[in-house]
């Protein structure tokens, strides 16, 4: 017989909420819920239509990624079949479309919040560019701040714009939106584009480099979000230290911010009754044809990274081997 819940909010039963939410949290199941059901109005927004991942972390367990939704989700909540290439078969994703699917996922777990760039109705275009600035192992979050200024510059100096928040772990998200008429190849032109560009204004802290042996300790522009590739949402919480949170954050605040100001219990104070994610992220923007042209003549940086490991390896060999003779 299942147990009591300890309460209901929109029909779902809510239950464990004085567990530990994960070691480190510094917060219970409680915290999650409330949280969630607090920014509800401004997290749906940013799931609503979206396939949705989610990353979940049961007790004394680590952490998982979930796509497919499990046999027992209720009826009620909205789901869409994708067909998965990599593993050749259909996932069905949720949809997570309003408060009662939110809170059902929270209290199943699911702190982190991943939906998709584009949206179930549109598999054939993006709603927006994704700039993720990653600093390298060790480093503190100002260098990930001064890349996303780079990619500021980069943005302003071809005619667009874009909104900034942390990521919730140790880096910056630079979102840009854009038009329904650009295809999924030309927005991911676009973005390595504004990433090269970022890193041609100052190459001594940002790098384009997809292996990491060839950052050399700069922070890494990461364009390769795009296509079915997902980004986590702006209030999504995060798996990490303090449970924090990616929260939206002020061009002209964002040098004086740590990733650990935004955490489940701070955040829903700090926002208020403003949405201000809502309030930064520009109109959907046209892409520059210069842009275009650019990134087009960009390899894509996956593939790139492949072929140079592959040319790596069999130099390697070669070496290896005229040694031994």
């Known amino acids: 017989m299942a147990s009591k819940p300890d309460e209901t909010r929109d029909g779902v039963d ?12 510094d917060a219970r199941k409680r915290d999650l819920v409330d949280y969630l059901d607090a920014v509800h109005e401004r997290i749906v927004p940013e799931l609503r239509e979206r396939p949705l991942s989610v990353v979940r972390i049961r007790p004394g367990q680590p952490k998982f990624m979930q796509k ?114 650009v295809s999924i190849e030309d927005a991911a032109a676009a973005t390595r584009a504004i990433a090269a560009r970022a890193e041609k204004i100052d190459p001594s802290v940002a790098t384009t ?29 995060r798996v990490r230290p303090g449970t924090t949170v990616s929260f939206p954050v002020g061009w002209d605040d964002l040098e004086s911010v740590t990733p650990r100001d935004f955490t489940v219990r701070t955040a829903p104070a700090l926002l208020g009754d403003r949405d201000p994610w809502a309030e930064q992220l520009p109109a959907p923007q046209e892409i520059p044809e210069d842009v275009l042209l650019e990134g087009r003549a960009i390899p894509v940086a996956r593939v790139a990274a492949m072929h140079e490991g592959k040319r790596r390896k069999r130099a390697r060999e070669a070496e290896e081997q005229k040694r031994a003779d």
């Open 209 to 237: 480099a997809y292996i990491k042996d060839d950052r050399h300790g700069k922070v890494f522009v990461d364009s390769t979000r795009s296509g079915g590739a997902t980004v986590v949402a702006a209030y999504s919480p």
């Open 14 to 25: 809510l239950t464990n909420l004085d567990q530990p939410l994960f070691d480190g949290a």
């Open 68 to 181: 497919n939704v499990p046999k027992y989700t209720p009826d009620w909540v909205k789901t869409v079949q994708v067909w998965a290439e990599a593993s050749k078969r259909e996932v069905s994703y949720a949809l997570c479309d309003d408060r009662r699917t939110l809170l059902w996922f929270a209290n199943q777990r699911a702190v982190e919040y991943h939906p998709t760039l584009m949206r179930a109705d549109r598999w054939d275009r993006v709603t927006h560019l994704v700039l993720d600035l990653d600093p390298p192992e060790g480093e503190t979050f100002s260098m990930a701040v001064q890349a996303a200024l780079l990619v500021r510059q980069a943005l302003t100096d071809c005619g667009l714009s874009g909104a900034v928040k942390t990521s919730g772990a140790k880096g910056v998200h630079v979102i840009v939106p854009i038009v329904d008429t």
